[in-house]
């Protein structure tokens, strides 16, 4: 499988990547300013839908979860938790973005 990683510094520039580029995931912290990941990750499935956005934060509180969730996103990982990260990113890369 050939993967190519892409950076953004913000959340803005993450919507930016995501506008030309059409990435199959995105990975997506929530610490970021001027515009957090939360407000990125709303802004990038009002643009489409079917977006796989997994968000990775150090905050571990159910409150964080629920709203990454209710802004679209597929999956939820404590920054604590990374080992698991890979086993998700190649199971939501199996079904390409559409």
Do not use: H, W
Not at 11 to 29: C, T
Not at 35 to 53: C, E, F, Y
């Amino acid at each position: 499988m050939k993967v190519e990683l892409l950076e953004a510094i913000d959340g803005e520039e993450a919507i930016s990547i995501f506008q030309k580029k059409r990435p199959d995931l995105v990975l997506m912290d929530i610490v970021m300013t001027p515009i957090d990941g939360l407000v990125a990750t709303r802004k990038i499935i009002s643009m489409n839908p079917q977006a796989k956005i997994i968000i990775v934060s150090q905050y571990p509180e159910e409150e964080f979860k629920r709203e990454a969730f209710a802004c679209g996103a597929i999956e939820y990982f404590n920054k604590e938790n990374l080992s698991a990260i890979p086993s998700v990113i190649k199971k939501y890369l199996q079904t390409p973005y559409k």
